[in-house]
């Protein structure tokens, strides 16, 4: 049972373009979601959270939109750069609990 | 160095050989993860520790054995190695149990 999915293996976007991508959970316990970022041959590193009593945070070029009706989560990189290029991993969790949850994770490719 | 550190970095075992994974670190973190990425899957939760003498299972803990017998050691033993254990194993720490996470570096493992 997938609690978080991330339907988009892959994306691919122009440098200076947004990128979206999107995440979708299924645990209504679930309070509290995270983005996080992987470069090939190391561990994934922590990139923007979200509390479920907010609906959008920002951090620099990175925002994340929380949609709780919709169980949806997007991250919003604008503007895209090729350095971005890396898998995202969307990750959720209750504050009463005691492990995160991840996704599949996507690819993001960001083109010069 | 502080940090969390996996050794080793790559190894390749026999099917049915038993193989030991290493995790340090050196914040005092309570929480202590091991969780292994495969394609298409993400990065699926094989145990999980909320202090040293407690250990817990994740979503996918057969064929794997661990033990938490300092607050900064995590090591992750697999009994009989089956090939489709080969995988990319990452370890994390953490104050808590549902943010903070840092990952390793990770261990990528081949069963032959």
């Known amino acids: 049972d997938q609690q978080v999915k991330q339907n988009s293996p892959s994306l691919s976007v122009q440098e200076g373009r947004i990128s979206i991508l999107n995440c979708d959970y299924t645990n209504s316990m679930f309070d509290y979601f995270l983005w996080y970022k992987k470069y090939p041959a190391e561990g994934p590193t922590f990139l923007i959270s979200i509390s479920s009593i907010k609906d959008k945070n920002e951090d620099g070029r990175f925002t994340v939109f929380l949609n709780k009706s919709a169980k949806h989560l997007s991250l919003h990189i604008v503007p895209s750069q090729p350095g971005d290029s890396a898998v995202y991993f969307c990750a959720a969790s209750a504050t009463s609990g005691s492990r995160l949850t991840f996704g599949e994770g996507t690819q993001l490719t960001v083109n010069p | 160095d502080a940090g969390i550190t996996q050794s080793p970095r790559y190894k390749i075992t026999e099917t049915g050989r038993q193989v030991t994974l290493m995790c340090h670190q050196t914040w005092s973190h309570s929480y202590m993860f091991w969780y292994r990425q495969d394609l298409g899957h993400g990065l699926r939760l094989i145990y999980y520790s909320a202090a040293a003498d407690i250990t817990d299972k994740g979503e996918v803990p057969d064929g794997y054995v661990v033990s938490r017998s300092k607050t900064e050691n995590f090591p992750l033993t697999l009994e009989s190695a089956t090939r489709s254990q080969t995988s990319v194993y990452f370890c994390?720490?953490?104050?808590?149990?549902?943010?903070?996470?840092?990952f390793g570096s990770g261990t990528r493992l081949t069963v032959v």
């Open positions: 994390a720490s953490s104050w808590t149990g549902y943010y903070g996470y840092t």
